[in-house]
C-alpha cells in the first residue's frame, strides 16, 4: 500500500471522488433489473416508472404518486384478486373522502416538502462528518485535477486525472493557492483546494 501510495502514475490515475446524493433503493433495483434483462430496457420503462412512482420515498415520506394525484394508487394485484379496499368500495364515500383528500393537499405537499428539506440537512450533516478539511502548505507539493479540456484526447479513458506535480507558492486563503512549477515558474490563476491533493 506505502508502494502505491508512493507512486506516480498511481496517483496520476487515482479516482476523482464523487460521493453520491442519498441511494434511492428504487435504484438498486433498476440496476439488479437491467442487469438480468441484458438491454431489453424499452420494455421496462413502464414497469419502472411504476415502481418508482408507487414507492414511498424516504426523503418526502409519501409516493411520487400520491404527492401529484392526493391519493394512493390502486396496485394492479388489487384489481385482480378480491381485496377489502375494493370489496368495500362505496361511490358516495369514496366521492366525500376524495373531496377531503383535496381540502388536505396544500397541506401535504407543505409537510412533504419540510421532510424533504429536513433529509437534506441530515444528509449535508452526515456528508460534513465524512469530509477531511485539507489545507496545503508554501512549498509543499501538489497534484491538481486535470480538466476534461487538457486531457489528451488519444488517451481516452485511460489519461490520468490528476497532473503535477506542482508546488504551492502561495496560500491566498480560504481554500485558494497559488502554484508553480517544480523550476519555480508561477502558474497563472488561483486553484481551490477542491481541485487538489497532496502529492506523496
Same mark, same amino acid.
Given at each position: 500500500?506505502?508502494?502505491?501510495?508512493?507512486?506516480d502514475n498511481c496517483q496520476k490515475h487515482a479516482t476523482l471522488?464523487?460521493?453520491?446524493?442519498?441511494? +434511492?433503493?428504487?435504484?438498486?433495483?433498476?440496476?439488479?433489473?437491467?442487469?438480468?434483462?441484458?438491454?431489453?430496457?424499452? @420494455? !421496462? $420503462?413502464? %414497469?419502472?416508472?411504476?415502481?418508482?412512482?408507487?414507492?414511498?420515498?424516504?426523503?418526502?415520506?409519501e409516493t411520487p404518486f400520491k404527492l401529484v394525484y392526493e391519493v394512493e394508487a390502486l396496485i394492479p394485484v388489487e384489481i385482480r384478486m378480491?381485496? +377489502?379496499?375494493?370489496?368495500?368500495?362505496?361511490q358516495n364515500r369514496n366521492n366525500d373522502?376524495?373531496?377531503?383528500?383535496? @381540502? !388536505? $393537499?396544500? %397541506?401535504?405537499?407543505?409537510?412533504?416538502?419540510?421532510?424533504?428539506?429536513?433529509?437534506?440537512?441530515?444528509i449535508q450533516r452526515r456528508h460534513d462528518k465524512k469530509v477531511i478539511?485539507?489545507?496545503?502548505?508554501?512549498g509543499e507539493l501538489v497534484l491538481r485535477k486535470t480538466e476534461e479540456a487538457r486531457k489528451p484526447q488519444a488517451h481516452g479513458k485511460l489519461?490520468?486525472?490528476?497532473?503535477?506535480?506542482?508546488?504551492?507558492?502561495?496560500?491566498?486563503?480560504?481554500g485558494a493557492y497559488q502554484q508553480e512549477t517544480l523550476l519555480g515558474?508561477?502558474?497563472?490563476?488561483?486553484w481551490n483546494v477542491s481541485s487538489l491533493r497532496k502529492y506523496q
Open positions: 500500500m506505502a508502494k502505491v501510495k508512493t507512486c471522488s464523487t460521493i453520491p446524493a442519498e441511494k +434511492l433503493h428504487t435504484l438498486e433495483a433498476l440496476k439488479k433489473k437491467l442487469d438480468d434483462v441484458k438491454g431489453e430496457l424499452a @420494455d !421496462l $420503462i413502464p %414497469e419502472i416508472l411504476w415502481s418508482y412512482n408507487t414507492t414511498i420515498q424516504s426523503a418526502t415520506g378480491p381485496t +377489502l379496499r375494493a370489496e368495500l368500495y362505496n373522502a376524495r373531496s377531503t383528500d383535496l @381540502d !388536505l $393537499i396544500d %397541506e401535504e405537499r407543505e409537510m412533504a416538502a419540510i421532510r424533504q428539506r429536513a433529509m437534506k440537512q441530515l478539511p485539507r489545507a496545503f502548505e508554501h489519461a490520468a486525472n490528476w497532473e503535477g506535480p506542482f508546488r504551492i507558492n502561495r496560500v491566498l486563503g480560504k515558474d508561477l502558474i497563472p490563476g488561483d
